[in-house]
């Protein structure tokens, strides 16, 4: 039998869903009432699917933090973005996944794009079910078709992907062929694993922030850039136009803008299943409007988003940003504040018109990742050793960095990953650590010397991505020397940073980590060496080229593969998986390969006094997700 009782739950609230749905009138945003009056649109309740999502508390943000409301339709949300071709908090605010859960976890995943889904008990036979009546922005139905397009014609095609990522291939693994798909019907697809691939559920809810576009394409758009629907003689105007010669493939991925790339000028056109869609703008600014056929309505029937435009004004750099948010031209800036400038966002919130909401960042800024692999002997004398890790670890001054760096917005590390004696700032007990290693002997200026007395230098050098990485970087330094590390900085260009990175030139780097999402079932590969922050390089290449390269790693590190194996076959929210992230995060606690500094550092979330359905807690970008429920109070 083919069943799996954790999906239960999820199938049974899709039910009620249904008969929820069937029995409402639904409302439009007053912004379409005169196109459907003059015949360009037809009626909401035919352009919306036969079961569309319903959202109210707790649907798009837990429940504990946000005080849901039944908004209104109206207005335009002003915003500002840095990159002309790209705004990661309008991606954030329109992107749609196939499966999703409240904030930006793995731990009580629902339908989305899909009606229902269910997974074998033996995690490899994966089944999904389209919303029957489900539309593109253009009204155009979506179908299996279109599901078959993205995967055998564009996913399988070597010319447009030459290789296909990890996560959609069995076992999400890099080794192993691509997953399976099987068209069953009009609305109904499958995906098979040869391997178990509970974690594939993950995947297509949140990991990679996972945009539809993966899986569903507009194929009624798109074919006519694929060489194997439409002749290249009817594409040569565009391919022209584009300076290509006959590379369709090039061509067509200029028009196959998913993910981030929705916020460029090539979306425009491009039917879409998102709440707003991209439209002509003057230069300098990205223009979205509601999309007539979005899936989702409130527990009232009115259709979502609730705002009508979202608009944004390039801006040049993060101070023009703060600027305009003070001085009141925008009414939502998530992605682009900062914590640094919390003081000065307070001084001006009333001026500016604006509330000050501090939520969580996803994401842990500084993070110090030593380079297991770095080649100079009296490092590998000495990194190889938990004692020396521990004592890094011991070395930092959370207190201060919260203190000073985070102004007092921030904790220590979790301690299901640091366990609490490890996170203290003890420098007596890093020194007894270091001499218990055999680093007792010391150099004429007073510095520890390798276990088999050779000169010892740590040796940082860091991109300052966060406003926090340098200064945070520089207050470790001088903590290590005070316990007899030699330790320096310096600062580089991130293309520098990753050109080091990619010849194992970097010996110590502070970047950024997921660990605040991996407590919410995401993001384990952020744990692996071959995560971009390249903590074991060699030992990276060892496991992806099955031996033939790198260098073999040490049985620890295998144990490491052993429970990311574990929490691949697992679905999430079944036992299996809760242990095997629990033996992740021991793991974790038993090795230290790399040091957590702080935890949930807080992001400023800075909203309009008028925008209503604001959350009050959880992590920043998971607010930005839900954009499509704010709402302007009359």
């Known amino acids: 039998m083919k069943s799996s009782v954790p999906f239960i739950v999820v199938l049974l609230s899709v039910l009620l869903a249904t008969v929820s749905a069937g029995a409402m009138t639904y409302t439009e945003s007053p912004m379409l009432a005169e196109r459907v009056a003059s015949g360009e649109l037809p009626p909401v309740d035919e352009r919306l699917p036969l079961n569309p999502v319903v959202i109210g508390p707790g649907s798009l943000i837990g429940a504990e933090q946000l005080d849901w409301q039944v908004g209104r339709h109206g207005g335009t949300i002003r915003s500002v973005h840095l990159n002309p071709n790209s705004c990661a908090q309008i991606f954030m605010n329109i992107n749609e996944t196939l499966l999703r859960a409240p904030g930006i976890g793995a731990l009580d995943i629902q339908p989305n794009i899909v009606e229902e889904y ?44 030459p290789a296909v990522p990890r996560k959609f291939r069995s076992g999400g693994t890099g080794d192993q062929e691509p997953l399976q798909l099987e068209i069953i019907d009009d609305y109904t697809f499958r995906f098979v694993s040869t391997v178990p691939y509970g974690y594939l559920i993950t995947n297509l809810t949140i990991e990679g922030w996972a ?23 009817d594409m040569r105007s565009a391919l022209r136009e584009q300076e290509l010669d006959d590379e369709w493939w090039r061509l067509f991925a200029n028009y196959d803008v998913f993910g981030i790339p929705l916020t460029s000028v090539r979306a425009i056109g491009l039917p879409v299943l998102t709440p707003w869609m991209r439209v002509e703008s003057p230069g300098g600014t990205m223009v979205y409007e509601r999309n007539p056929y979005f899936f ?25 940003v703060t600027m305009k948010t003070i001085s009141g031209e925008v009414d939502l800036i998530a992605h682009y504040s900062r914590l640094v400038n919390l003081p000065m966002y307070q001084e001006f919130h009333e001026s500016g018109n604006y509330d000050v909401h501090l939520l969580d960042m996803h994401t842990v800024s500084s993070v110090v990742y030593p380079n297991h692999n770095y080649p100079d002997s ?26 000073t760096l985070y102004y007092g917005q921030a904790s220590h590390v979790d301690p299901m990953l640091i366990p609490e004696d490890l996170s203290a700032f003890d420098p007596e007990r890093a020194e007894l650590l270091l001499d218990s290693m055999g680093m007792e002997a010391r150099d004429s200026e007073g510095f520890r ?15 300052g991505r966060n406003p926090d990485i340098v200064p945070g ?14 330790a320096t900085m310096r600062q580089i260009s991130g293309e520098l940073r990753g050109q080091r990175a990619a010849a194992n030139e970097l010996q110590l780097s502070v970047e950024y980590s997921a660990v605040p999402r991996m407590r919410l079932g995401t993001m384990v590969v952020h ?8 903590w074991a390089p060699r030992w990276a290449r060892w496991y992806a080229s099955e031996g033939r390269e790198g260098e073999r790693p040490p049985l620890w590190v295998d144990e490491l593969y052993s429970v990311f194996d574990a929490i691949q076959e697992s679905a999430p929210g079944t036992a299996a998986a809760d242990a095997a992230w629990a033996n992740l ?14 935890d949930y550092v807080g992001h400023p979330f800075l909203a309009s006094k008028q925008l209503m359905n604001i959350p009050h807690g959880g992590f920043n970008i998971a607010a930005e997700y839900s954009a499509q429920q704010f709402f302007y109070a009359e």
């Open 118 to 161: 269910t997974v074998s008990e033996d995690n490899t036979e994966f089944t999904f079910r389209l919303r029957e009546g489900l539309r593109w922005s253009d009204g155009h139905p979506v179908t299996t078709e279109d599901v078959r397009f993205a995967w055998e014609d564009v996913l399988l095609n070597s010319q447009i992907t």
């Open 211 to 233: 945009p539809y576009g993966e899986i569903i394409k507009p194929k009624h758009y798109l074919s006519q850039f694929h060489a194997d629907y439409t002749p290249l003689e």
């Open 296 to 320: 989702k309505v409130d527990i009232e029937g009115n259709q979502l988003p609730y705002v009508d435009t979202l608009w944004s004004e390039e801006v040049g750099d993060h101070e023009m």
């Open 378 to 403: 009296a490092w590998q004398e000495v990194i190889g050793d938990v004692r020396f890790r521990q004592a890094l670890s011991l070395t930092i001054d959370r207190d201060e960095l919260i203190s």
């Open 449 to 463: 010397l390798s276990p088999s007395g050779q000169p010892l230098e740590l040796y940082f050098e860091v991109f």
């Open 473 to 486: 970087t520089e207050l470790l330094v001088e903590h290590l020397k005070e316990v007899g590390l030699r």
């Open 527 to 534: 744990m692996l060496p071959d995560a971009w922050t390249q």
């Open 585 to 598: 995060f021991l793991w974790y606690s038993e090795h230290v390969p790399f040091i957590f500094t702080v």
